[in-house]
């Protein structure tokens, strides 16, 4: 579907530009509103995303699925926002920069590491990746997490605190969870049983 997707996009089909960004835009700005401020900048730069996949679109590769696609100009994207906010960065921002800028990972390298996040969230005990889940997936507060699972906001901060720790340990880095939820996001049983 995504090749097909990509063919008729490349032939100036504005039904099909539709078609993709109902699908995509959600993903793709659940992944740019990790990386950005405000909301107002996060969709500022989701719509960027979408104008230079429009802009570019006779140069794309069918070949290539139109998740990573996305990806890769939603990197491109918030590096470019980055940049323009002329801010000092913290060392760890100065990283992520870094990697957004380097040139894209090959889509099997990047299926491993989503494989790896996927197997590793796998050995969470269950009542745990719901948890998770609930919060980096589906954007629930502590409190409204703690409201549905019947428990304190502080022991689901706990929960969540021991799975990152768990996923650090395991040599998991927070841009790979973010790749992760770009691709994933809209499969909402991928971590509860």
């Not at 794309?60 to 801010?87: G, H, M, T, V």
């Not at 921002?93 to 380097?102: F, M, R, T, V, W």
């Not at 720790?165 to 049983?193: A, M």
Request: hydrophobic share 35%; glycine share 0%; proline share 2%.
């Amino acid at each position: 579907m995504s090749s097909n997707l990509v063919l008729r996009l490349r032939e100036g089909d504005d039904s099909c530009f539709k078609e993709i960004y109902d699908l995509y835009h959600f993903k793709v700005f659940c992944f740019v509103k990790k990386y950005t401020a405000q909301l107002a900048d996060s969709e500022d730069v989701t719509q960027n995303v979408f104008i230079h996949l429009w802009k570019y679109r006779a140069k794309l590769d069918p070949n290539i699925e139109l998740e990573a696609i996305l990806f890769k100009s939603s990197k491109q994207e918030i590096s470019k926002w980055y940049k323009k906010q002329n801010r000092i960065f913290s060392v760890e921002n100065e990283q992520l920069i870094k990697e957004l800028d380097s040139p894209s990972e090959s889509d099997e390298s990047i299926n491993l590491k989503l494989e790896k996040i996927q197997y590793l969230l796998d050995k969470v005990p269950e009542k745990r990746r719901k948890i998770f889940h609930l919060h980096k997936f589906e954007d629930l507060s502590y409190k409204e997490i703690a409201a549905e699972m019947d428990m304190s906001p502080s022991a689901v901060a706990n929960q969540i605190s021991k799975t990152l720790q768990y996923l650090k340990k395991n040599s998991v880095k927070n841009h790979e969870l973010y790749w992760f939820t770009l691709f994933f996001i809209s499969q909402s049983d991928v971590f509860i049983s």
